[in-house]
């Protein structure tokens, strides 16, 4: 299967995934799947409460209302596959990626609505990016896993675009002093250490 161009993924991103977790990754992939199940749940839930909080928006409603709708699908076909290996759904505890990175989430409107869009962008690019760096290996040893990640990498892309175009039209110029901080964070998060695998975690300690 041809792989889409996520080139403009890489170039976003100031780090990319350290070899040390993909190969922790794909010695416990049935962690990693657990973890991404719930993660898709939760991009949907994050799609949803955009909606909510911001209303009036119309191409932030038709773009969120399609993300939530594609997020909830893949989150389907990951239980699928955990249900093929045998594995029951089930959620695990969360990673301090996201919570680090919701800290740097301003208060007020509408800087936390900007802030926010731009977290959703790293997410997903963190997300694509990961999908990528596991293929090569996932090939080898687990072809099926690397054709429902093959397929997901176009998805994971296109709402990080979404994402950092509605970032970009919330501040109503340039974000990219603000993009560039919270990516130095994001950054940091994947170079360190950290305690237990998820999908979105640093280096295995």
Known sequence: MPKPDIQ???????????????????????????????????????????MNRYASEAVL????SRLAREELR????????????????????????????????RDAEP????DTLIV??????????RFHALLPKLEEREPDLAELYSSLLESEARHF?????????AAGGSITVRTDEILETEAGLINSTDPELRFHSGVPA
Request: aromatic share 6%; charged share 25%.
């Open 8 to 50: 403009a993924v890489l170039d976003f991103l100031h780090c990319r995934t350290p070899q040390a977790w993909i190969d922790h990754a794909v010695d416990d992939i049935a962690t990693v799947l657990l973890d991404h199940a719930a993660l898709e749940l939760k991009a949907a839930q994050q799609a949803l409460t955009l």
């Open 61 to 64: 409603l038709n773009r969120m």
């Open 74 to 105: 893949h989150f389907e076909r990951v239980v699928a596959v955990l249900g093929k290996r045998g594995i029951d759904y089930q959620r695990v505890s969360a990673s301090r990626y996201f919570a680090r990175l919701h800290e740097q989430i």
């Open 111 to 114: 800087a936390r609505r900007v």
């Open 120 to 129: 959703g962008a790293v997410v997903e690019a963190r997300s694509c990016e």
């Open 161 to 169: 675009e979404d994402y950092l175009g509605l970032a970009k039209s």
